[in-house]
């Protein structure tokens, strides 16, 4: 089986800086596309960035300039580095990779379990 297992969550002021990492495990072949989700209280969950295994990046509009996402091939970890963080960045952070268990089975998505942001004004 496949874990995603995140951390790096927490509490922090407006203006600061948190730094999330994802580590996959188990049964992995090969990693594609890593990437950030998050899920505010009553909205739906959104993509925040994503990372190729040939490091392309993509962000959405409301982070760009602020976040940084970077993966570890070799570690199996996809990190997010947020600066300039301001009370509509508060969610549920939720880490997402698309695996290879086996060469023989399509690859799969898995999701982490979540880690909660929260940005104080």
């Known amino acids: 089986q496949v874990q995603l297992v995140e951390s790096g969550g927490g509490l922090v002021q407006a203006g600061g800086s948190l730094r999330l990492s994802c580590v996959a495990s188990?049964?992995?072949?090969?990693?594609?596309?890593m990437g950030w989700y998050r899920q505010a209280p009553g909205k739906e969950r959104e993509l925040v960035a994503v990372?190729?295994?040939?490091?392309?990046?993509n962000y959405a509009d409301s982070v760009k300039g602020r976040f940084t996402i970077s993966r570890d091939n070799a570690k199996k970890t996809v990190s997010l580095q947020m600066s300039s963080l301001n009370p509509e960045d508060t969610a549920v952070y939720y880490c997402?990779?698309?695996?290879?268990?086996?060469?023989?089975?399509?690859?799969?998505?898995?999701w982490g379990k979540g880690t909660q942001v929260t940005v104080s004004s």
């Open positions: 997402n990779a698309n695996i290879f268990s086996s060469w023989t089975r399509p690859p799969l998505d898995y």
């Open positions: 188990g049964s992995i072949y090969r990693i594609n596309d």
């Open positions: 990372i190729t295994k040939s490091d392309s990046t």
